[in-house]
């Protein structure tokens, strides 16, 4: 078949061209913000089949609904929460994928089986004039055969799919670079499935509480199922393998450049192009400019496979903002095999009384180093003029000669949940800039990060894995009673302000469970949990 490009100009018989591809069934490359999609009528289980054949793509890999509004919506959605009508008023059109219970109008073949479906509304001004007037939804997996990098230009869609479809539509270059962000609103809370090009810190402004998919941050073990079942493949690889590198720019630079072979190619942040000349290098903006690395990050990955080089190794943001999609696909390229150029960081949590004293003594124990965040936070109190200033400011006299004046602070913001998130969005910052200071100048090779609230400071975008201790209530109940002194009453009380182990368990990556009849005897099993979480995080480093 031969594949026609259009060129969409101001006057628009190329859209009706389009949109008459899309409604007689036939596949359709178009423009998003994010990346290409390769589209087709995804009420037509015929056309649906035929994406399924030109990408090679596994049956039961689901495709995302693109719709011009979000009034389309209920056609093609039950049960459809109020939240999603909030994130669609503020992130549509945009970058963001939803997961809601399907309606029967989708063909099973379209959702890969599934009873729910990802919708969508890209931020294109032309794919969003051919859907209208196709006036069908229009299922669009990213336009690169299964596997490889999703392209970002017309040019890189047809490296892949020439021949292989009806036309495309070139819309100039991605805006994004990256897929879009998918969340499930099935569950409670909801969970975040892949990473993309609207960050989950924004996400969490709306929504509140998020959980993590474990395929977003490790490789999936036997028996784990990422619930995108797409996340299970292994993705964006170039023909080379690739080591990605996390760490710190300037370390995992200095790692690279330490273990390049003669003919190994580079992906670097712009600032470390110099260290490898004589390379094959493609850089991915700045360091600390996460849109422009998101934008460059597939090119970069697909340019590659123009050359010979035998290995790739490439710098990875860490997951802050962008960063998280950015990283997700690189270690995604890398089959997950990532090297920490800096200490393996491993975030702690729980509720109090679940024995975290021991379990730090056992990764001590283990030549690890624990960072305390909560002696940080105090410390910072007391050196850190620019935070004393921003909570001067926020909150008015709240410091005395002895330092915060934690009851007047506390009576200001217990009552008044909007003051508690503005005196954590400060803190909380502060927080991140010491921990990442003290993460680029540790000489340990591991690193705990103890954090009370380690998913609220966004502390755990630091962390490769993230442990939540758990203990049984009574159990807890004991403990800090006698710890601290205090009435069961009061134990009680202090136990059922905090979060339940749900929360731990949807959030943290690993779960440690203190339900044995000593200290001694847990420390001793958080010393064995420990030594296997470190040796696989090695492992995965090293193969
Ligand atoms: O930005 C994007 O989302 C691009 C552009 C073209 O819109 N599309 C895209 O589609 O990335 P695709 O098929 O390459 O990736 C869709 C991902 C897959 O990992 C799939 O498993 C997941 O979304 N997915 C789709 N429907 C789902 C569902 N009902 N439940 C869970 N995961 C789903
Ligand atoms: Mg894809």
Known sequence: METKVFRPGPDRDDIAAAAEIIRSGGLLGIPTETVYGLGADALNEAAVARIFQAKGRPQDNPLILHVPSVSWL???????PPSAYALAERFWPGPL????????????????????????????????????????????????????????????????????????????????????????????????????????????????????????????DEGEHPRAPGMKYRHYAPHAPVTAVVGGAGRSAAYIQARLGQKDGVICFDEYAG????????????????????????????????????HIY???????????????????????????AGPLVIGLTGPTGAGKTSALLALERLGGCVLDCDAIYHRLLQTDAVL??????????????DGLDRQRLGKLVFSDPAAM??????????????VRERLDTASESVVGVDAINLFESGLDAMCRRTVGLLAPVEDRVRRIMA????????????????????????????????????????????????????KKCKEESDQ
Do not use: W
């Open 421 to 434: 998130e503005r005196l954590n969005r400060i803190v909380f910052r502060h927080m991140s800039v010491a």
């Open 314 to 340: 490439a710098q990875c943001p860490d997951d802050a903002g962008l960063g998280l999609a950015v990283g997700n696909r690189l270690k995604k390229a890398a089959g997950f095999h990532v090297v920490d």
């Open 74 to 80: 209920e056609r093609y959605c039950r049960d459809v």
């Open 97 to 220: 994928t939803m997961i809601l219970p399907r309606r029967e109008n989708v063909p099973l073949r379209t959702t890969g089986g599934l009873d729910t479906v990802g919708v969508r509304c890209p931020d294109h001004p032309l794919t969003l004039a051919i859907i209208e007037a196709a006036g069908v939804p229009v299922a669009a997996p990213s336009g690169n055969l299964s596997g490889r990098p999703s392209p970002t230009t017309a040019a890189h869609m047809l490296q892949d799919m020439d021949g292989r479809i009806d036309a495309i539509v070139d819309g100039g270059p991605c805006r994004v670079g990256v897929e879009s962000t998918i969340i499930d609103l099935t569950v409670s809370p909801p969970r975040l499935l892949r990473p993309g090009g609207l960050p989950l810190e924004e996400l969490r402004q709306v929504l509140g509480d998020i959980a993590v998919d474990g395929a977003v941050t490790h490789r999936m």
């Open 483 to 534: 710890r601290d002194d205090i009435s069961e009453e009061y134990a009680r009380l202090r136990i059922a302000a905090q979060k339940d182990d749900d929360f731990y368990r949807t959030h943290c990556t690993d779960i440690l469970v203190n339900d044995v009849a000593s200290a001694e005897e847990f420390e001793e099993r958080a010393y064995a949990f420990f030594s296997v979480l470190i």
């Open 275 to 310: 260290l490898f000349a004589g390379h094959v290098v493609h850089t991915l903006g700045p360091a600390a400019d996460r849109r422009a690395q998101a934008q460059h990050v597939f090119d970069a990955l697909r340019t590659f496979d123009e050359t010979d080089v035998p």
């Open 388 to 401: 004393r200033g921003e909570l001067t400011a926020a909150f008015g006299e709240v410091f005395n000669e």
